[in-house]
DNA sequence: GGGGGTACTAACGATATAAGTTTTAGTAAGGGC
DNA sequence: GCTCTTACTACTGACAATATCGTTAGTACCCCC
């Protein structure tokens, strides 16, 4: 039973330390003195974890969701989308060099009164772009045309320094030695708004040749003014100088390179054969990128012999050193190991390495060769395609192939042959459009000139990626796409339109970033070694300020408009060979029909757009690796991800990746940006980036027993066999009975359905494969972000550790550590655990291994034999792994020894019921879930199994049958996964559903079945709220609550929210701080699509930046299981960062906690202590006093009887304002006169502030009644009044007495 | 003895009529009878059948049976407050109740081939039934599925259609009216007013008053000339107005599964030409039409100007096509993946 | 020359579509104590 | 008379979309005063 000192009791006992820590006092210490281990000397963050300092910052007055700061110009929905299109289409215009349109969009943005402040960014960048493309001929024209935009055209605007920065980058085009450019170049400075270092510190503008004239050669500015990633490279650049002015460079002396210290001598002739050798293949394979790509190339060169020549200079046998002198280390022809004769393990070389020396000498040479590869892998994916498929077709026509069934990639390189030049037609016609516009247009036919004038839409967009790319993408796109949406063979045309065009638009992102990227260091060419360490760090300076910076994104109307134009003409050249039959002769006939076909479907009498793709394509697919379509983006990656320092500056190089994933929620993204800005989140910043560091390999032993698997097509395990194609069921004669056609119209469903759901299934195991074996003998990172409960997730979404068993299992820890005595106990707990056994004690699990010790062997030893013993574990392929390890470990004379890279899992038991437990305080709860010491294990769902029971001998008693039928029938298993749901807000029905599923296979009937899961759903709710009565309570209370905001209004409301009378929008969503201080904002509103016109169909999407109603029963089911999601990811971030901090390669599955077996004990060490750190502080009063502040002067909507007095005086006043404006008085009103008066309430103003406290308004009187419980009333019809109170929060519920320091010694909270 | 009958007044006390709507004035329900003639059909009524579908409080049915002493009379209800009248009323009366949902097609199998306690007679497929008739109500909007989904039993003749073309009396929200009697180029032109116009001879025998006639065929008031009732004499008043529908099954093409297809197809894109429209039967559909279509000025037409006939033709032409798609392919399987990104 | 009115068009909103029907919550009524 | 249960009807975001039509708002042009 519960015991009930009640909250109250409690609280008072903790209202002195909360008083201190909501001032923000520093003298606060944490409550760790309890602990006076290491846990808490994470110096600064303290106790408060984050949370204080940043629900402060997103409550504070001053903070504006809706304000630009995350992109839309202010808090009226239209004019934030207006200026986004703009900008994306003044980012185009800009790019495609429509200066003339760029600046008509640049006077529409001026016009954005609430964009004013931030225009000059927009204008910076037309004004960097017209001087980088030599648009001004002259120091003294730019000076003019600024002059004139500034003072004329933008008055309202002045320049700010990075104006400066592209003036002195301008004038320093010109001879600086020139006393006239000199004299520019002061003016400039002197104009400087923030001084001389603001100016210089925009490196992606200035040059280093930039800093070089004005340090070395003017002597303007002292090394000091420079931003710290350049000096060295500058100080490099005088150098070089020095000796060039000296000598003619030595090619061999250069040669000579030193890695760590060894010197490594050269035949200086061998190396120039390689050189050559290199170009040869890059020009033969791959098409430069760029034009200074053959400069970069050089250095690659250079860099690829420094990478050998490091290698070598380890102690490897003859045959590793034999695959290294033969490996090309040539990033660009070596992305990764798509043939895998010519790859090289570089784990297999790393783990034979013997001396800590050698294997960091190893890691260091290995990081500089992927540093390339990571930049040539997110650039280059495209041509690869393209040069694949012409391969492939130069080949065929060199055989003189002429069969029908033509391989694939001839085909694609037919297609994108017949694109190719109706798009490059396009891009002619849209830039000739553009030329009209510039001289005011012209007269033409009608038809073309709507042709034109769309054109004048998404012409800007079409301009800037290469034609040759779009093709490509366009194409890549499309295959990808098959059989997606649930179209049996083809895809949605909304899907694929907006895909092609975000493809395009990614494209275009990074295409820029390199192109600047290689713009600004292209002075800095053949350099020696160590400057490759700056450069790479000032790239990456580089780099993180050009993706911070953009805050573009194209709409999705421009994406879906070039999308469709490229599919429209990709359908209107792709063919493909068919064969029919003649219905009347029946003879096979041969033809040739689109690829691509575009049509309808309709489901539910709703139309649905559909791209079909034709069925002799679709065999040909199923066949193909399409591995090399997969987005570089959506690979993990080879070196460290980018750190996260804000929001939006992580994971990969040349992709912007946001910390949330946030679907469409710029009010989500507002808050983020408010307490990223405020460097609030920091702890959330090094939890994720330990989880982005932990660098992974992929088992090879078990990726060659799936291989094996795989290849023989059949179905194994958890990987469904191939499938030849669908067929379906012949309709039934036209006269049988409705229901028989009906039968049948379902049973096609249900087939077509589980074909492609297993087609998927198939597909999604062979990406996972093939970038498994991309990635053999690899080291790589997965980069995470959060959704937008903050749990973490790898952005790589095929192949992650996330993913399935088989993901699961293909997975190592790069880093080995010697297992000792704890490291094999865990590992053989870990074995135990995946084969489900995982109730019992440690020692029992132990057992468990030990007593399987053979079966052990035989599994690793021949997996693939029929029957093996691993196949019966309940995660067969992980558990095979362990076999694997455990016994090569078991090889060794003494197992301890072993170098293991097997992660090892702890798992929460019942995570959700955990944090729940240690909310409510339950006693009983908290031990059904471990939170209490315990020599073994508890097992809820048999606890819950035994509860139910109990409840249903008592009805059979009773005489109730259902009881009687179902007493004997209740297993754990039956109630598991409802119980486990339980606490994620799972419905009734949902629950229903959950049961049968495990009753239907007892019970043959399906109605009866049905009935029966029905009845003891119930049964096992209330058995669940029974043994979690606190957690329930707080379930409710969280529930009630958000119920109450998300029908709550804010008093500086919009009128259009009023705009159905007196029934208003609710704009308010549910926020909260997470322990961390990650704000959370629930993005459950309406959506608000809208059909937009493209050149196929109409398509139905919605507009990102609109704000919307929220949507209140999504707010309210939502919010309880995302309160707690948002609790277990802070508990997962804080040991994240604190096993990060002790060493440990850590990963996690929200509730799973993985590292190495021997750190095992460790970890579990951390993980409680973190636990009890997240919950010390009463999380649940904490969130209502952020509530309480957050939305205070909120109001709701209530019925009061109209008897009642206050409805009386209500009356009043209603009628006495409506006599006052003249019309009648509506909510609004109220609202706004509320308003007023909680303004002059906080005025300064003593007088007016006297006068608010005499202010009546229909809030006020509720107010001072305080609570209008007696008289509210459920109905609503004459006899109630509607009325607008404050919005109050029920009171929270008691607390049991659990103390979560219990925990501290309780192994078996995780295990 | 006739039947009694229970008037407006005391059948408008019913709690629950299940969004349904019924004309509750037994005289009104005489002249449409009138006007109606069943005797045509029905040479000697008194040896017909009728099976009264959704029949409600029943009132219409007492005044059918006591005017033609039908052989048998059934009526089937599954609506409790509507049951509960009916047996209070009729229990014993030579009315039938048949306790079962109209909704579900094993309550016609139960009734007829298990149970048999109401057999029609089965007549060859050449003219109309002159033994059986079917009475309906489907006023209820949430009903518009099973209306339409009779009409397709015509075309398949399975159901109750199978016993040979069986006149149906179908009361039906004004708006499914329209829908269904829409003649070709009109605004409400769609695939359910082609099935009707595949399969039956329809009219519009009664219709509530106020209703625009210009949202009906012009020639269709004069043609059917329909007796037009006040809103005050239905049950429960407010909501859309009611129409009472003459079906008359009648001869039609089998090749439903190909007709369907196109036709469906054709008619979303109703105001596009044909000859753009038809590219959406199926990879390179426009070039197959374009050759084989003689009449150049046809493929100029649009689809909502299409007759059945034309879309027989079509139909036709599709069925001949080599390369056509397959046509049982046309769905969508369940909304499914899409994880997170 | 200016203002007002008209004509045209873009833009937005509404509606029908097909044809097994579908959750889920909230409210009203009814029945049992 | 009260509370609890049941049943019906009201939700509709999964008409998880699209073609078409009608209305409105905006703009340009013309004519008249």
Redesign the interface.
């Known amino acids: 039973m519960l015991r009930l000192p009640t909250r109250t009791i409690r609280k008072s006992s903790l209202i002195p330390k909360r008083l201190i820590s909501l001032k923000g006092s520093h003298l606060h210490k944490p409550a760790s003195d309890i602990f006076s281990n290491s846990s808490s000397s994470n110096s600064g963050v303290g106790q408060s974890l984050g949370f204080m300092k940043s629900s402060q910052i997103s409550m504070s007055p001053g903070f504006d969701p809706f304000d630009r700061s995350h992109a839309a110009a202010s808090n009226q929905t239209t004019q934030s989308r207006d200026v986004m299109q703009l900008w994306s289409l003044l980012e185009a215009c800009i790019c495609s060099k429509y200066y003339n349109r760029a600046f008509s969009i640049l006077q529409s943005l001026y016009m954005v009164g609430s964009h004013r402040p931030y225009f000059i960014d927009d204008y910076n960048m037309y004004l960097e772009s017209l001087v980088e493309n030599g648009l001004i001929s002259s120091i003294n024209e730019l000076d003019k045309k600024l002059s004139d935009d500034l003072q004329n055209t933008f008055k309202d605007v002045d320049y700010n320094d990075r104006t400066l920065a592209i003036m002195v980058h301008h004038a320093l085009k010109y001879n600086h030695f020139q006393l006239e450019t000199q004299n520019h170049l002061k003016i400039y400075f002197r104009m400087s708004v923030r001084g001389i270092r603001s100016i210089l510190s925009h490196v992606n503008i200035l040059t280093i040749s930039d800093y070089a004239a004005l340090h070395a050669d003017l002597k303007m500015i002292s090394l000091n003014d420079i931003p710290e990633a350049m000096k060295p490279l500058l100080e490099n650049k005088a150098q070089e100088r020095k000796k060039l002015d000296r000598e003619k460079p030595d090619m061999l002396e250069r040669e000579k390179v030193s890695v760590g210290g060894n010197s490594l001598d050269v035949d200086p002739r061998k190396i120039e054969a390689d050189h050559n050798k290199c170009i040869f293949s890059l020009d033969q394979e791959v098409k430069p990128l760029e034009k200074d790509a053959a400069t970069l190339k050089a250095v690659d060169t250079l860099n690829m012999r420094v990478v050998r020549h490091a290698l070598l200079g380890l102690s490897l046998n003859e045959k590793q050193k034999e695959q290294i002198s033969k490996f090309n280390f040539d990033a660009n022809s070596n992305l990764l190991n798509v043939d895998e004769k010519k790859s090289l393990d570089f784990f297999e070389i790393y783990r034979s390495l013997t001396t800590e020396e050698d294997k960091s000498k190893f890691e260091k040479a290995l990081d500089d060769f992927n540093q390339e590869r990571q930049r040539a892998l997110e650039n280059r994916a495209t041509d690869a395609a393209k040069e694949r498929w012409k391969h492939d077709f130069e080949e065929a026509k060199a055989r003189g192939d002429i069969s029908i069934e033509k391989r694939l990639n001839v085909k694609l390189w037919e297609w994108y042959s017949a694109m190719l030049p109706l798009v490059k037609e396009e891009v002619k016609l849209c830039s000739q459009v553009f030329a009209g516009y510039a001289n005011e247009k012209k007269n033409i036919l009608k038809m073309d000139a709507k042709q034109d004038k769309a054109r004048l839409d998404y012409g800007p967009y079409l301009s800037l990626v290469d034609p040759e790319k779009m093709c490509v993408i366009t194409i890549l796109e499309l295959l990808k796409l098959n059989s997606?949406?649930?179209?049996?063979?083809g895809m949605r045309t909304a899907r694929a339109v907006i895909s092609v065009g975000k493809a395009i638009e990614m494209e275009f992102r990074s295409e820029q970033l390199l192109k600047s990227e290689s713009q600004a260091f292209r002075d800095l060419g053949k350099n020696s070694h160590e400057l490759k360490r700056y450069l790479q760090r000032a790239k990456s300076t580089f780099r993180s300020m050009k993706i911070e910076e953009n805050k573009i994104m194209w709409p999705q109307t421009a994406r879906a408009k070039i999308g469709s134009i490229l599919i429209s003409m990709l359908i209107h050249v792709s063919k493909v060979e068919?064969e029919?039959?003649?219905?009347?002769t029946k003879q096979k006939?041969y033809?040739?029909?689109?690829?691509?076909?575009?049509?309808?479907?309709?489901?539910n009498g709703s139309?649905?757009g559909v791209l079909?793709i034709?069925?002799s394509l679709v065999h040909q697919l199923n066949g193909e690796r399409l591995v090399a379509s997969v987005q570089p983006q959506l690979l993990p990656m080879l070196v460290k991800p980018r750190p996260w320092k804000n929001w939006k500056s992580g994971g990969y190089y040349y992709t912007q990746s946001t910390l949330i994933?946030s679907k469409d929620s710029p009010e989500q993204i507002a808050y983020l940006k408010a307490v990223s800005d405020a460097n609030a989140i920091d702890t959330v910043y090094n939890g994720l980036n330990v989880l982005g560091e932990t660098p992974w390999t992929v088992n090879r032993p078990l990726f060659e027993v799936m291989s094996r698997v795989w290849n023989s097509g059949k179905q194994f395990l958890d990987i469904p066999g191939v499938q030849e194609k669908?067929t379906?069921v012949p309709?039934p004669p036209?006269?049988?009975?409705?229901?028989v056609?009906?039968e049948w119209?379902l049973k096609?469903?249900e087939l077509?359905?589980k074909f492609?759901?297993n087609r998927?299934t198939r597909c999604d195991s062979n990406y996972k494969l093939e970038i498994a074996r991309a990635f053999l003998g690899e080291k790589f990172y997965f980069p995470h972000n959060l959704?937008f409960r903050g749990r973490a997730?790898p952005l790589s979404?095929h192949f992650n550790h996330l993913g399935n068993d088989m993901s699961r299992g293909l997975l190592l820890f790069w880093n080995g550590k010697r297992l000792g005595p704890q490291g094999l106990k865990w590992l053989k707990v870990h074995l135990s655990n995946l084969f489900g056994f995982d109730k019992a004690s440690l020692n029992e699990r132990v057992q468990f291994a030990d007593e399987h010790v053979n079966d052990i062997k035989q599994s690793a030893q021949d997996p693939l034999r029929e029957g093996a013993w691993w196949m019966t574990a309940e995660k067969p392929w992980q558990a095979l792994a362990t076999c694997m390890e455990l016994n090569d470990a078991m090889k060794l004379d003494n197992p301890e020894d072993f170098i293991s890279h097997q992660p090892v899992h702890q798992d929460g038991t019942c995570n959700g019921l955990q944090h729940y437990a240690a909310l409510g305080g339950d006693i009983d709860g908290a031990t059904q879930v471990n939170l209490v010491p315990n020599d073994r294990p508890q097992d809820v769902y048999a606890h819950v199994a035994k509860l139910v029971i109990s409840r249903l001998q008592v009805a059979a008693a009773k005489g109730d049958e259902l009881a009687m039928i179902l007493k004997d029938k209740i297993t754990r298993k039956v109630v598991k996964q409802t119980v486990m749901t339980n606490v994620y807000g799972v419905t009734y029905v949902g629950a229903t559903f959950q049961i049968d599923k495990q009753l239907s296979n007892i019970f043959e009937d399906r109605k009866y079945s049905l009935e029966l899961s029905k009845y003891l759903t119930k049964h096992v709710f209330s058995a669940v709220r029974e043994l979690f009565q606190g957690a329930h309570l707080i379930q409710d209370w969280l529930g009630e609550c958000s119920k109450r905001i998300s029908k709550s209004i804010r008093l500086d409301v919009d009128e259009k929210s009023f705009k159905n009378g007196n029934k208003p929008d609710f704009m308010t969503s549910v926020i909260w701080t997470t322990p961390l201080g990650l704000p959370i904002v629930q993005p459950y509103r309406e959506t608000n699509k809208k059909q937009v016109t493209t050149n196929l169909q109409t398509i139905f999407i919605s507009d990102p930046f609109g704000v919307n109603p929220v949507n209140a029963r999504r707010q309210k089911a939502g919010f309880p299981p995302n309160f707690i999601h948002s609790l277990d990811a802070s508990h997962m971030l804080l040991s994240a960062a604190e096993c990060g901090r002790h060493g440990l390669d850590f990963a996690s599955v929200h509730d799973s906690y993985w590292t190495h077996a021997c750190d095992v004990d460790k970890m579990n060490v951390f993980l409680r202590e973190q636990f009890i750190r997240l919950h010390e502080v009463d999380l649940i009063e904490r969130l209502k006093d952020e509530f309480d502040e957050r939305y205070r002067n909120y109001v709701q909507i209530a019925r009061v009887e109209r008897t009642s007095e206050l409805a009386k005086q209500i009356i009043a006043l209603r009628t006495q304002l409506s006599k006052e404006l003249g019309r009648q008085a509506t909510l609004a009103d109220e609202i706004y006169l509320e308003k007023r008066r909680v303004q002059m309430l906080q005025s300064e103003d003593p007088q007016e502030k006297a006068d608010a406290e005499k202010m009546v308004t229909t809030v006020s009187l509720v107010e001072a009644i305080g609570s209008i419980e007696p008289i509210e009333s459920k109905k609503s019809d004459a006899s109630t009044l509607v009325i607008l109170t404050p919005l109050r929060l029920p009171q929270i519920p008691p607390k049991g007495n659990f103390d979560v320091r219990e925990l501290k010694n309780s192994k078996y909270f995780f295990s | 003895m006739p039947l009694p009958i229970r008037n407006y007044a005391q059948l408008s006390k019913i709690k629950h009529f299940y969004g349904s709507k019924f004309l509750l004035n037994e005289k009104i329900h005489d002249k449409i009878l009138d006007k109606l003639k069943i005797e045509k059909t029905f040479k000697n009524p008194k040896e017909m059948k009728v099976l009264d579908l959704y029949s409600g409080p029943g009132q219409h049915s007492a005044i059918f049976y006591n005017r033609y002493k039908p052989n048998q009379y059934g009526v089937m209800e599954s609506r409790p407050d509507f049951q509960k009248i009916l047996k209070e009323q009729y229990e014993g009366s030579p009315i039938q109740i048949f306790a079962k949902d109209p909704y579900e097609?094993?309550s016609y199998?139960d009734l007829i081939d298990s149970e048999k306690r109401f057999v029609p007679e089965k007549q060859p497929h050449e003219s109309l039934n002159d033994k059986f008739m079917v009475i309906a109500n489907l006023t209820n909007s949430a009903h518009e599925g099973l209306l339409m989904?009779w009409f397709?039993?015509i075309?398949?003749?399975?159901?109750l259609q199978?016993f040979g073309y069986v006149k149906m009396l179908l009361w039906v929200p004004v708006s499914s009216a329209i829908k269904l009697l829409a003649a070709p180029g009109m605004h409400m032109r769609s695939k359910c007013s082609v099935v009707r116009e595949a399969f039956t001879d329809t009219n519009l025998v009664a219709i509530s008053n106020g209703i625009e006639k210009k949202l009906f065929d012009k020639n269709l008031f004069e043609s059917n000339d329909p007796f037009i009732f006040q809103n005050e004499d239905t049950y429960p008043q407010r909501g859309d107005g009611i129409a009472l529908l003459e079906v008359n099954p009648k001869k039609h093409i089998?090749d439903?599964?190909n007709w369907d297809y196109v036709t469906?197809?054709l008619l979303?894109l109703r105001k596009t030409r044909l000859k753009d429209a038809v590219?959406?039967?199926?990879?390179?559909?426009k070039d197959y039409f374009s050759q084989k279509v003689e009449d150049p000025t046809f493929l100029n037409k649009y689809p909502v100007d299409l007759t059945n006939e034309d879309f027989n033709y079509l139909t036709n032409l599709f069925?001949?096509?080599?390369?056509?798609?397959?046509i049982?392919?046309?769905?969508?399987?369940?909304?499914?993946?899409e994880?997170?990104?």
């Not at chain 1, 029919?580 to 009347?584: H, I």
């Not at chain 1, 033809?591 to 489901?603: I, L, T």
């Not at chain 2, 590219?279 to 559909?285: R, V």
């Open positions: 997606t949406g649930g179209i049996i063979e068919v029919g039959v003649d219905p009347v006939v033809g040739e029909a689109p690829a691509f076909a575009h049509g309808y479907q309709y489901h139309k649905l079909k034709h069925r994933r669908l379906l309709p036209r006269e049988a009975d409705p229901s056609h009906r119209k096609n469903k077509a359905n492609s759901s998927s959704d997730y979404p | 097609w094993t199998t989904q397709n039993c075309g398949n003749t399975n159901w199978r089998t439903l599964d469906k197809h979303i590219e959406s039967l199926g990879h390179g559909a069925n001949l096509w080599p390369f056509k798609p397959d049982y392919m046309d769905f969508i399987d369940i909304y499914q993946e994880g997170m990104m």
